[in-house]
């Protein structure tokens, strides 16, 4: 049996990302960096990293993409583009949690292998989507919304190491909730992070259903009625 050609797509934050992987590996991998513009470039760096590892889109098993909680624009140019690809190619959709991939990545360094990995994304205010996992990926708490109030420390276990990271990480550093808390603030969304679960899902034959599928959008900030109208 061939190994499994996957095409990872990483739009849910500033951060382009793409990659391929043959059987769980990173074989070529394009990045750029903060308020890349998804729109104009996602299609450029999916194109390189094929040209890179010399192959052609009709042989890829699946496209995989993070599927949320992250940007609005992000996560539509990514889904949308995903979604083509699918259909044109007749290929299945691997839809992975963007916290849950930003764990995986938040988990390769050694030394906090052992912790119980809280990545965040800034949902804008006092509020943070997060997601608890241990150091193999596995979900402790799913993702969702939270208010960084006294509530949140209500989430995190006593007992354990909590290594905090992503974008909300800086948020939560003067909360002052836990004595063993630590923080991360240089792992970044990454094409790569996908790999892990995305090859899981493939040899599992878990796919998404390219037709109906709807990324985890960020919630749209508050909007108040304009004062002229009142």
Known sequence: MAPTLLLLIETSSPICSVALSSAGKL????TL??????????????????????????ELDAIAISAGPGSYTGLRIGAATAKGLCYSLSKPLIAIDSLQSLAFGMSSCDH?????????????????YFGLFDGSGKVIRQSENSILDS?????????????????????????GINRN?????????????????????????????????????IKPAFVTASKSRL
């Not at 792992?187 to 709807?214: C, G, V």
């Open 27 to 30: 074989i070529a991998m394009r």
């Open 33 to 58: 960096d903060e308020n890349a513009n998804h729109a104009s470039m996602l299609a450029v760096l999916i194109d390189d990293v094929i040209k890179t590892a010399q192959i052609t889109l009709k």
């Open 112 to 128: 906090l292998s052992d912790s119980i990995f809280c990545p965040t994304i800034d949902a804008r205010r006092d509020e943070i």
């Open 151 to 175: 509530a949140f420390q209500h989430y995190l276990p006593e007992d354990k190491m909590i290594t905090i990271g992503g974008s909300g990480a800086s948020k939560c550093r003067h909360l």
């Open 181 to 217: 808390l630590s923080f991360d603030y240089s792992t970044r969304p990454s094409a790569q992070w996908l790999i892990q679960q995305a090859t899981e899902n493939m040899l599992e034959k878990k796919f998404n259903d390219y037709h109906t599928f709807e990324p985890n959008y």
